[in-house]
């Protein structure tokens, strides 16, 4: 849905920004996209299935394409690792069709592109007051949707609200919170707060 969404968006500003439109629903997808139609963009989703955006960055070498991240996550390690990973730009899914279209054209000329939030994590980063995190066993036996499920919970959204942030339902939202709380080895929302707070994850 969100995908379609965005590609409306883009058709619509017309042939000046699309050439060719192709869309990848995982990074295998997404690779051989690259390689057919040589981009000049990559609108690239960070938690791309089959491995995230960055594994999609590292399997396009040589190619001329800039890649322009967009995620539902602004958290700093996503946001620094995509960008170490290869990316020129940083935007978040709360973006506007309007500003969408003005980052892509942007990152097609050269610019590099992120929210004021998000450009402070990227300058703090490689001025090292930010150290990317170590690996983390407890986070890495979460999905990348269920990642994505914490941090909207552990920021205070109710489950409806994550359900339409992320175009699933709320049963599915519940599905997830339970799963993660189980691999997490929490009890409430609450204490999953204080567990992503202390590790930056907000």
Do not use: C, N
Not at 141 to 165: D, F, H, P, S
Not at 194 to 200: F, K
């Amino acid at each position: 849905m969100f995908r379609r969404g965005v590609r409306a968006e883009l058709e619509a500003a017309g042939a000046g920004v699309v050439r060719v439109l192709a869309e990848a629903a995982d990074v295998d997808e997404a690779v051989r996209a690259v390689a057919e139609h040589a981009p000049d963009v990559v609108l690239l989703d960070v938690h791309l299935p089959g491995g995230g955006g960055a594994a999609v960055m590292s399997r396009s070498p040589g190619t001329s394409a800039r890649f322009l991240a967009l995620s539902v996550s602004d958290a700093a390690d996503d946001v620094i690792g995509t960008i170490r990973g290869g990316a020129r730009g940083y935007v978040t899914k709360t973006i506007t069709g309007a500003e969408l279209v003005a980052a892509i054209r942007r990152v097609a000329e050269g610019d590099a592109v992120f929210s004021p939030r998000l450009a402070g994590f990227v300058l703090d980063a490689f001025a090292g007051s930010i150290v990317p995190a170590a690996v983390d066993e407890d986070l890495d036996r979460l999905t990348e949707r269920e990642r994505e499920v914490m941090r909207l919970i552990a920021r205070g959204y109710a489950y409806k609200e994550v359900a339409k942030e992320l175009f699933i339902s709320i049963k599915t939202v519940e599905t997830h919170m339970s799963s993660v709380l189980r691999k997490l080895q929490l009890s409430s929302r609450h204490e999953l707060a204080r567990w992503a707070s202390d590790r930056r994850l907000l």
